[in-house]
């Protein structure tokens, strides 16, 4: 009786669309604070180690796994501290700008079969949007810092993704062109491709995933937080925390960008075959966060490989490569769409 | 409804606020960075009015793009201060004048307008229909703003560049 009354409640609640929204957020930012964030940097430091040829963390758990939730009771015990002439309100404002905008592009990622926050008409679009807010973060972090390094990491951050998000919108223009749609569960639908359409796809691909490694600050884009000329750039100033929080958009930034491309060009949530015992929806979120890692690993080990680029390069790089090389895809594409090949 | 009405007035109060911070704040990065909420509100009354696809690319452009360039002038030439002595200048009455007669004019208009009240919510719409009324209905209008942003670009290059 008592089960029945309670299973009743929870549906009644469930009806309601703030408690569905309210529990929505919960999940995804549960999911970026441990899935992104802690286990990314846990990752970042494994893989650099492996590459460096080092093991990297080992002292806490097996194997170091539980080195990041060490970290993160340290960080929570610390001492917030603001510069003297920073600009209070500002400098508080700026990492959870960051945050905000990387946690709202979860909205539109589809996890699995009919497992996604909102299926949005203009879902490419909006995942565009609210990533392009964060760069108010960065710039603004930089300025209330005080610090001329923390300033120059927030203009460059600008500069680089003002000049990126021109190659990101073409690559997501390309596929919309090609899907016929912008909603991210209907791409994932649309998805195996023709197969005529695979060489454009694949530089297609290759333009989305230079872009939005730029767009998350990481190298060889990384000169927005360069630690060897700007000392880690616009979060210089920046104590444990905030600092945690500002972590928490990039990386979290990070694992949406990659999840996205898995939507756009690796078939989303479809697996080679059903899991057993999950289902096809439990199966379908196991091979979306197993593909979104490899992504993230592959960004990694780009990451750890290459060197960094001069601004000049970067910015020869957007405009003089991606921009054309993208409009003259996106041209190509759309012939071939209008042609009905 | 009601929920509509009180994410409405919630809305218009963030816009006004932040707006009136655009306008008086003493620091132009305050007043830039102000315009974020008032963008972001106005975004969120085309949720209300069910306009996605204008919604999105009010973010994308004005919050996305034009507040970030506007930050990033105003942090180029103001350095670090962000610091404006002076924020009134001699044309306090005029503009008062100016701002009087707009108010008379939107209050006229919008008593003088027959609004046509539905209880049916708005038509939902696709980008597939904009884009189509874009290229025939507006053709024309798309066009010239076309043009138009192509004259400034070639404008901006030409300022920019330095004669050989």
């Known amino acids: ?341 | 409804m009601a929920g509509e009405a009180i994410a409405f007035y919630i809305l218009t109060g963030m816009i006004v606020t932040a707006a009136a911070i655009v306008v008086g704040s003493k620091n132009i990065v305050h007043a830039g960075v102000s315009l974020v909420p008032v963008l972001l509100g106005v975004a969120g009354l085309y949720v209300l009015l069910r306009a996605e696809f204008l919604t999105v690319v009010q973010i994308l452009i004005y919050v996305g793009a034009i507040t970030v360039l506007l930050l990033f002038v105003i942090l180029l030439t103001e350095g670090a201060t962000g610091l404006r002595t002076r924020q009134r200048n001699e044309q306090v009455p005029l503009a008062a004048a100016v701002a009087a007669l707009f108010l008379v004019t939107l209050l006229v208009a919008l008593t003088r307008t027959p609004w046509a009240l539905t209880n049916q919510p708005s038509a939902a719409y696709n980008i597939g229909a904009v884009g189509t009324s874009l290229f025939t209905t507006y053709v024309l209008v798309f066009e010239v703003a076309g043009l138009l942003i192509l004259a400034s670009l070639v404008g901006a290059i030409v300022i920019a560049r330095k004669e050989s």
């Open chain 1, 1 to 341: 009786m008592g089960v029945a009354l309670f299973l009743n409640i929870v549906t009644a609640l469930l009806e309601i669309e703030l408690v569905r929204m309210f529990l929505s957020v919960v999940a995804v930012f549960t999911f970026v604070a441990i899935g992104g964030a802690m286990f990314l940097v846990l990752m970042e430091r494994k893989v650099s180690a492996w590459i460096q040829a080092r093991i990297g963390p080992r002292h806490v758990g097996p194997g170091g796994v539980l080195q990041t939730i060490a970290d993160t009771v340290k960080i929570l015990q610390k001492e917030h501290i603001v510069s003297a002439q920073a600009d209070r309100f500002m400098f508080s404002l700026a990492p959870i700008m960051v945050a905000v905008a990387a946690l709202l592009s979860y909205v539109v990622l589809p996890w699995g079969p009919g497992v996604i926050v909102r299926d949005l008409n203009v879902g490419l679009l909006y995942f565009a949007a609210v990533s392009s807010v964060g760069v108010i973060g960065i710039l603004i972090g930089g300025w209330a810092s005080n610090n001329k390094y923390s300033l120059y990491g927030g203009l460059r951050s600008a500069a680089q993704m003002i000049s990126y998000e021109i190659p990101l919108g073409l690559a997501l223009l390309t596929v919309a062109v090609l899907t016929g749609t912008l909603s991210t569960a209907k791409i994932v639908e649309a998805q195996p491709y023709p197969l005529l359409y695979y060489p454009f796809i694949l530089v297609n691909a290759f333009i989305f995933i230079t872009a939005a490694t730029a767009e998350t600050n990481r190298v060889p884009f990384d000169l927005p937080e360069a630690e060897s000329e700007l000392v880690a750039g616009y979060f210089s100033e920046y104590t444990p925390m905030r600092f945690a929080v500002f972590q928490l958009g990039e990386y979290g930034a990070l694992f949406a960008n990659s999840a996205l491309f898995v939507t756009m060009f690796l078939g989303g949530w479809r697996g080679p075959f059903d899991l057993p015992l999950i289902g096809a929806v439990g199966s379908g979120i196991i091979w979306f966060l197993l593909k979104s890692y490899a992504i993230v690993f592959f960004l990694m080990w780009v990451r750890w490989t290459y060197p960094r680029l001069r601004i000049d390069q970067l910015l020869n790089v957007s405009w003089k490569v991606l921009v054309p090389l993208g409009l003259v895809n996106l041209l190509v594409v759309s012939f071939f769409v209008v042609m009905g090949w």
